[in-house]
């Protein structure tokens, strides 16, 4: 069983920030450093213990922002303009990876109200591990200088800070502070995710995927948009990236976003939908068995995928499309699907005995449907 990340924010992690700042800022109190950020660190969860360790640098590092923001720079791993996240660690040379992220979190917290230099230590920082949570109270305490910020940046040598400026602006940020004015209205950063959607790495294009994604939730039509403009003349790279962007819209079934990928029309043919087992048990799986029969004259381009859904107790429901296929259908051409749906508990979903139904989509539409009954 893989360790819990929490557990990389713990005794040697402290030692190690203490290490590097006392090496580059004598005056500082290690000692008090250390048992303030040690003390009840073991009980707490992730986000948690780098807060816990954001609060004993504020305390111990220099009430001057701008001294703290150079002390915290000097004591960094020297910088690299590549993207192999595997060099970002700590040693010898200063700081790195997991004991960045507490540093970010003291910028945010103490450099509001001087946020040039607290976006400069920002850009120092990212590039040794993220600074995509710590940037987004700049984002809402002061939009201008921050977006007209992240626009120099999309031109940045370090490809950790050009990812830096599509992942922090992010509307909706897993772990992050939501930034309420770009869902309601994400024009500001759509100049940012011009600029870097093809960016030669892959690393920063797989972040301007995600927030079109994220856009794409509030406001399909956007994205819609997007791909009408960019698709059309698109590179392979670029291609993947407004693929990646796509999901959630194709998943819903979204029709221009399907015809901006040639998949809108109905299927031309019948689908036969099997299960098996049809009575499985938590901690199983399904087998969904789909039969496609093509008709017509021509290949059809189809995107396959399946809604499990749930009638609850109170009258409500649960669905969730899953992802299945994306496949072309020669004229006249049966071709067999098969796929296992697993029936195991996590924690972002629960499962609950009872009867389940599995809808198979093709370009969105409702093409087949059959029932399971899942046993505790």
């Given at each position: 069983m893989a360790e819990p990340f929490k557990n990389l924010v713990g005794a040697q992690l402290v030692a190690d920030l203490q290490n590097h700042l006392r090496r580059v800022h004598r005056r500082f109190p290690a000692d008090r450093f250390v048992q303030l950020a040690t003390t009840g660190l073991d009980a707490l969860e992730l986000k948690a213990r780098i807060q816990h360790v954001a609060k004993a640098l504020s305390a111990t590092l220099p009430t001057d922002f701008v001294l703290a923001a150079d002390v915290i720079e000097a004591a960094l791993l020297p910088a690299r303009l590549d993207d192999d996240l595997r060099a970002l660690r700590t040693g010898?040379?200063?700081?790195?990876?997991?004991?960045?992220?507490?540093?970010?979190?003291?910028?945010?917290?103490q450099g509001l109200q001087h946020p040039e230099r607290a976006l400069a230590a920002l850009h120092a920082l990212t590039q040794r591990a993220t600074a995509e949570f710590a940037i987004r109270p700049f984002l809402v305490e002061?939009?201008?200088l921050?977006?007209?910020?992240?626009?120099?940046?999309?031109?940045?040598?370090?490809?950790?800070?050009?990812?830096?400026?599509?992942?922090?602006?992010?509307?909706?940020?897993?772990?992050?502070l939501q930034l309420q004015r770009f869902i309601a209205d994400p024009s500001p950063t759509l100049p940012l995710l011009e600029a870097l959607q093809d960016d030669p790495s892959?690393?920063?294009?797989?972040?301007?995927?995600?927030?079109?994604?994220?856009?794409?939730?509030?406001?399909?039509?956007?994205?819609?948009?997007?791909l009408e403009r960019f698709l059309p003349d698109a590179s392979k790279p670029r291609r993947a990236l407004l693929k990646h962007a796509s999901r959630t819209l194709v998943k819903r079934g979204d029709q221009r976003v399907l015809r901006a990928w040639g998949l809108g029309g109905a299927l031309r043919g019948e689908v036969q939908l099997r299960l098996s087992p049809t009575r499985p048990r938590l901690g199983t799986f399904v087998e969904l068995q789909i039969e496609l029969r093509a008709k017509g004259k021509q290949p059809?381009?189809?995107?396959?995928?399946?809604?499990?859904?749930?009638?609850?107790?109170?009258?409500?429901?649960?669905?969730?499309?899953?992802?299945?296929?994306?496949?072309?259908?020669?004229?006249?051409?049966?071709?067999?699907?098969?796929?296992?749906?697993?029936?195991?508990?996590?924690?972002?979903?629960?499962?609950?005995?009872?009867?389940?139904?599995?809808?198979?989509?093709?370009?969105?539409?409702?093409?087949?449907?059959?029932?399971?009954?899942?046993?505790?």
């Open positions: 010898p040379e200063g700081l790195a990876g997991f004991a960045v992220w507490p540093l970010t979190e003291f910028v945010a917290a002061h939009e201008r921050t977006l007209a910020t992240l626009q120099r940046w999309t031109h940045d040598a370090s490809p950790h800070v050009r990812r830096l400026v599509s992942e922090g602006s992010r509307p909706r940020l897993p772990w992050g892959e690393y920063v294009r797989r972040s301007v995927a995600n927030h079109l994604n994220d856009i794409a939730k509030d406001h399909p039509a956007v994205v819609a948009e997007w059809q381009a189809i995107v396959l995928d399946y809604r499990v859904g749930r009638q609850r107790k109170n009258g409500g429901s649960t669905q969730k499309v899953w992802k299945g296929f994306q496949l072309t259908l020669a004229p006249g051409e049966v071709r067999e699907l098969r796929k296992r749906h697993p029936l195991r508990q996590v924690s972002t979903r629960r499962l609950e005995p009872g009867a389940h139904t599995v809808t198979v989509l093709v370009n969105g539409r409702e093409v087949a449907t059959a029932a399971f009954e899942l046993r505790a």
